[in-house]
């Protein structure tokens, strides 16, 4: 097996472990689309996540964090998520909840 094939089988493992449920109860899916033998990771998306409005909120916020973890990833990418992760970033802290300390 290649040094690139063991990586994506690490990948998937990795999907299947801790993303697929997850996804699978939305109706949708990511599978590994290529690994390159850099550790560059493109995604791709299936179901009803190829035309969620929320895609690349999953993807920043669930889905490549956990890639990334996987030992050899150098990046993550998507085809079909077009937005930067700095603007993912800002829409989730502007719809997390407000923690309020309690009045004495």
Same mark, same amino acid.
């Given at each position: 097996m290649?040094a690139?094939g063991?990586?994506?089988?690490r990948?998937?493992?990795a999907i299947?472990e801790?993303?697929a449920? %997850?996804?699978d109860?939305h109706?949708?899916a990511?599978?590994?689309?290529?690994?390159?033998?850099?550790?560059?990771?493109?995604?791709? %998306?299936d179901?009803?996540c190829r035309?969620?409005p929320a895609?690349?909120?999953? %993807? %920043?916020?669930k889905?490549a964090?956990?890639?990334?973890?996987?030992?050899?990833?150098?990046?993550?990418h998507?085809?079909?998520?077009?937005?930067?992760?700095?603007?993912?970033?800002?829409?989730?802290a502007l719809s997390?909840?407000?923690?309020?300390?309690?009045?004495?």
């Amino acid at each position: 097996m290649t040094a690139n094939g063991d990586l994506q089988q690490r990948v998937d493992a990795a999907i299947r472990e801790h993303i697929a449920r %997850f996804l699978d109860s939305h109706g949708g899916a990511v599978a590994s689309a290529a690994v390159t033998s850099d550790g560059d990771v493109t995604l791709q %998306f299936d179901g009803a996540c190829r035309a969620c409005p929320a895609v690349a909120a999953t %993807f %920043f916020s669930k889905v490549a964090p956990i890639v990334r973890a996987v030992p050899g990833v150098r990046s993550v990418h998507a085809p079909n998520v077009n937005v930067s992760e700095a603007a993912v970033t800002r829409i989730l802290a502007l719809s997390a909840p407000v923690r309020r300390t309690p009045e004495r």
